[in-house]
Each structure stands twice: as C-alpha cells, then as structure tokens.
C-alpha cells in the first residue's frame, strides 16, 4: 500500500513538472493587466489616481472632462494596477 501511494504521488509531482504550469513573472503580469480592466478598479485605487493627477493642473482640467482613467493615461502612461 505505501509504494502505491508513493508512487501515485511521484507520477503527480512529474505530471505537475512536466505540464508547464509555471509562467515568468513578466509574461504573468501582462495577462493578469489584460483582464482588469478600467472599470474593475477599486475606489481606493481610483482615488490614488485622482490624488496623482490633480498634481497637474492639465491633468486636472482633462479629469474633469473627459476622466480620472483619461487623463491618467494620457499624463502618466498605462494605470500600475
């Protein structure tokens, strides 16, 4: 009974190893950045942003036309969250 357990969790360990479940942290963060998208950002990290941008007096003017999301991006490049 012990070498069949045994050797059912070795077969596991190398079906794991050998899958490819793991992925480099870069090509990890683009897929996960991908999924969130603008509108599934929390209050606090909206409010981050805003804090960010009304640093800028024309980041600040376009906030309040066109966007917290807008005018981040166009100032600062891609959101960091």
Known sequence: MKTLSVLVLLSLAVVCLTSGPFVEK?????????????GQLSLA????????????????????TQGIIAAYTAHYGP???
């Open 79 to 81: 959101i960091p969250y």
């Open 26 to 38: 870069e090509e990890a963060s683009e897929v996960v950045r991908q999924k969130r998208a603008a």
């Open 45 to 64: 990290q909206l409010e981050s942003l805003s804090e960010v941008c009304e640093a800028n007096l024309a980041c600040e003017d376009m906030m309040d």
